[in-house]
């Protein structure tokens, strides 16, 4: 019986405290996963921009990276070309 009390206890309080720390830490996370998305964006732009017409990096760079870019560059394109709100820019 104490076991379940125990147990119950603590649930409640491994509960309580993932609450805490999801208010507390949702803004970091989030602020920081909207950084890593800019980043693959920008380094999807420098590295395989031409096949948007624009030439940043010398080809031979670009085809260096691309056997690690290749499974991205489908979801970046849609990503890129995707029409936008004035609402995305709220989220």
Not at 40 to 61: A, K, N, Q, S
Request: glycine residues 8%; charged residues 20%.
């Amino acid at each position: 019986m104490a076991d379940k009390k125990e147990q119950k206890k603590g649930g409640f309080l491994t509960a309580l405290k993932g609450v805490l720390y999801g208010m507390a830490s949702h803004g970091n996370v989030t602020a920081a996963l909207r950084t890593r998305m800019h980043m693959e964006h920008l380094f999807m732009f420098i590295t395989l921009g031409d096949m948007l017409g624009i030439p940043v990096l010398p080809p031979y760079y670009s085809l260096r990276i691309l056997p690690y870019a290749v499974p991205n560059i489908e979801s970046w394109k849609q990503r890129v070309f995707r029409e936008r709100d004035f609402t995305d820019a709220i989220y």
